[in-house]
């Protein structure tokens, strides 16, 4: 078959003339192909004694690639089938024979080039380590191609990285001993805006200069320091020492000044125990931060709230905040969003003027922080548009992101749940004493947000009895904490009851108060036995930026390290499968197809029956489970019946409450004779009395429905809505929780009130029911 002219390149070479160690190049030697009797093609050349000889090959006569397998000379002819016989038509090819000294060693690579991702605009570097006598020259190529002025150790792509970077990188090492060249590795470019600003500080002589952008100013002292990989550089801004970044956006979002934008920081804090201020919007620097590191590693500001998720010190993250004025907040870790914060207002706090400040607090609360990358853009980046920008990868050391927090109290059983970065071996240790003395090994199952949650469920536990814990997480261990088995007998207790707690509060001050306190008031001053919550704990069930900063950080830290609690699911909270979820473990599971987090259940304690009813199975379970559940031997015996659903039948701000609760749920609850039907969704407080049950609506978890109408005036509904008794009620405009007293055969309903900065305002609201006589 015929095939395409092979052009033959003759070759003299000892290469890097001019050093000590190069030996006389062999005087004119010649390389021929032969076409052998076999049919196969054969470069031969001359060789002598005391030389090295390599075959490199080319398209181009440009950019050699030299074959793997050097050849020492002997004295004579050597040669190298280049073309296997048979082969087909193939492109036009050059060879030719470099000869090197054999007295000293070829070059060897100990660390090849690593395959990249990087979003548009920003730079892919690749870099290797050569090992071999110097001096050593490098040129790295793409796709087999020479890239002019790449000739150093590593290489990266600038000034802007876009799509028509990708390809395959490597590098051809020489010495006077031979050549070798790199593995490919293949650069990936995801489309994505393009930063207006980026920054580095991979030069040390001038640790201030762009990338593009504008020239960074510094006030105080830098210094420079090492980066996160191979080649990176760092710059060390101290306790005393800010930047000013230029950025040079226009106004937008609809204002004034910059409304939209996004910071990316790849950071490292060395230690953390006090707040860290990350940057400032005040270019005069004489406001608080707008971003802090607090004392324990969790990112944000009391306006927008703090992550769940917290950094670690010593270790290198990438820290992306984005701003949407009116809309955004978002935090974001490694690409994993980690808080969907309380916006700011149009041209607000967080709008940006011509200056920001990176580093800057006006009061000083600063520790030392190390940047290797700084960059900012002039829209608000998506959740999509974070990703691609990627991260640091995990260490391999497991932290403690959630600590341990009790669900499902049983008489001889209760659960305990926590959350690790890494999919480690966790146990629970317990007993009677802080002794422990029992070992129970873990569950872990991963939660969908790059976290792990594990989970023990302790049984033959006995009644009534306070028992010693602590968690082992590969190897650390959390502090002593206790738990109570609920009681086998009709004793007095309490419960604290809640809803929606889901998001940002009222208090500009501080977006988590007055929820935190009326939570700490719970557990903490009114000491309950536990706690149920009506639903809608996190504006998205499904969102880790939602459920971290106001699920985990709110009921799970500050009630569940307490006291068990139990959920009536709401609407926010999302249907089965949801992230937020997955974080509890309810009696739900004991209804055979149903989840530890999913579906309407009921249980007892201490001589009274709670029912808890799903928002997303309610309409199929009130008509067939919940009635059979409230004439069960357990309700029927109870002194008590307690139920929760998170949408009220009857309610005056804003709706008129769900018309088919009236119908189909309220009379199984009369004929029942239940004692009280709590819900939320209505965030404010209403309660009346009807035919023998007591309604509460109390959704003051969060933000109250301060700008919604009255839009039905109910009867029965005596306090809060339409009924202004007492005024400081404010019409059931009060941020609030439910405390139920069981004492005997009385059961006293009390309504604790909260000013928005977390102080107490009172108990507003109080009223008494007396157990139903036995049947």
Request: charged share 15%.
């Amino acid at each position: 078959m015929p095939t395409r002219p092979i052009l033959l390149l003759v070759a003299v070479a000892v290469l890097f003339a001019g050093t000590a160690a190069v030996a006389t190049p062999p005087s004119g030697f010649v390389a021929t192909l032969r076409q052998e009797a076999s049919g196969e093609l054969t470069l031969r050349w001359p060789s002598e004694t005391g030389m090295r000889y390599f075959i490199e090959t080319a398209g181009d006569l440009k950019s050699w690639t030299p074959l793997p397998d050097g050849f020492v000379g002997t004295g004579t002819e050597l040669g190298k089938v280049v073309r296997p016989a048979a082969t087909e038509s193939m492109d036009r090819q050059f060879w030719r024979v470099s000869a090197f000294s054999s007295a000293s060693a070829a070059p060897i690579l100990t660390t090849q080039p690593v395959a990249q991702t990087v979003a548009a605009g920003w730079p892919a570097t690749f870099s290797i380590v050569a090992a071999g006598p110097g001096p050593l020259t490098y040129q790295w190529r793409k796709d087999g191609v020479d890239l002019p002025g790449a000739t150093g150790s590593s290489y990266t792509t600038l000034p802007l990285t876009s799509p028509a970077d990708a390809g395959a990188y490597s590098v051809v090492v020489r010495n006077v001993g031979g050549v070798i060249v790199s593995e490919a590795a293949p650069l990936a470019v995801l489309p994505n805006p393009i930063p207006v600003g980026l920054w580095t500080f991979d030069n040390p002589a001038d640790l201030l200069a762009p990338l593009y952008g504008n020239r960074l100013a510094a006030f105080g002292a830098t210094a420079a320091a090492v980066g996160p990989a191979l080649g990176d550089g760092a710059i060390i801004l101290g306790p005393t020492t800010h930047l000013g970044l230029d950025h040079g956006i226009a106004a937008n979002g609809g204002g004034t000044t910059v409304n939209q934008w996004t910071m990316v920081m790849d950071l490292r804090v060395p230690a953390l125990g006090a707040f860290n201020s990350l940057f400032q919007t005040n270019p005069a620097n004489t406001d608080d931060g707008d971003c802090f590191l607090n004392a324990a590693g969790n990112v944000g500001v009391g306006l927008a709230g703090y992550s769940a998720p917290s950094l670690k010190g010593g270790r290198w993250y990438r820290l992306v905040v984005a701003v949407d004025n009116a809309h955004r907040y978002d935090v974001y870790l490694d690409g994993q969003n980690v808080l969907r914060g309380q916006s700011g207002v149009l041209d607000g706090r967080f709008a940006l003027l011509s200056r920001l400040l990176v580093g800057a607090d006006e009061d000083g609360e600063r520790m030392e922080v190390d940047l290797a990358t700084l960059a900012i853009y002039g829209q608000a980046l998506s959740d999509a548009e974070v990703a691609a920008l990627g991260g640091f990868a995990a260490d391999s050391s497991s932290s403690f992101l959630t600590l341990p927090y009790l669900q499902n109290v049983k008489t001889d059983a209760i659960t305990i749940m926590w959350e690790t970065d890494l999919p480690v071996a966790d146990s629970v240790e317990y007993g009677t004493s802080a002794a422990y003395g029992t070992v129970r090994g873990a569950v872990n199952a991963a939660s969908g947000a790059n976290t792990t949650i594990h989970k023990v469920v302790l049984t033959d536990l006995q009644p009534g009895t306070t028992y010693h814990y602590r968690v082992n997480s590969g190897g650390q261990y959390t502090t002593d904490q206790t738990f109570r088995t609920a009681p086998a007998t009709a004793v007095d207790f309490s419960f604290g009851v809640w809803g929606d707690s889901q998001g940002a509060t009222d208090n500009p001050a501080d977006r988590n108060e007055p929820t935190n306190s009326f939570m700490r008031h719970m557990v903490e001053t009114e000491h309950v036995d536990l706690a149920v919550t009506t639903g809608d704990l996190a504006e998205s069930g499904y969102d880790a930026g939602y459920v971290w900063p106001y699920f985990i950080e709110r009921p799970v830290r500050i009630v569940g390290e307490h006291v068990p609690f139990f959920v009536a699911w709401g609407n926010h909270d999302g249907d089965r499968g949801s992230l937020i979820r997955k974080y509890t473990d309810l009696p739900s599971k004991d209804r055979g197809a149903h989840d530890p987090g999913y579906g309407s259940y009921s249980f007892d304690y201490a001589g009274c029956h709670f029912i808890c009813i799903d928002y997303y199975t309610a309409r199929a379970d009130v008509v067939g489970w919940v009635r059979d559940d409230l004439q069960s031997p357990s309700a029927k015996a109870a002194r008590f019946i307690f139920a929760f659903i998170h949408t009220p039948p009857w309610c005056e701000r804003w709706y008129a409450g769900d018309g088919w609760l009236g119908t189909d749920l309220v009379p199984y609850l009369e004929q029942a004779g239940a004692a009280v039907l709590f819900s939320g969704h209505m965030h404010a407080y209403e309660r009346g009395i009807r035919n023998g049950v007591a309604y509460v609506t109390n959704g003051g978890g969060s933000w109250l429905d301060t700008g919604e109408p009255l839009v039905h005036d109910w009867p029965h509904i005596t306090v809060g809505g339409y009924s202004n008794v007492p005024s400081a009620i404010n019409h059931g405009l009060v941020n609030e929780y439910v405390k139920v007293e069981v004492a005997g055969d009385t059961c006293t309903v009390r309504m604790k009130a909260f000013n928005l900065d977390g102080s107490f305002l009172g108990e507003l609201d109080t009223f008494q029911i007396t157990a139903r006589p036995a049947p």
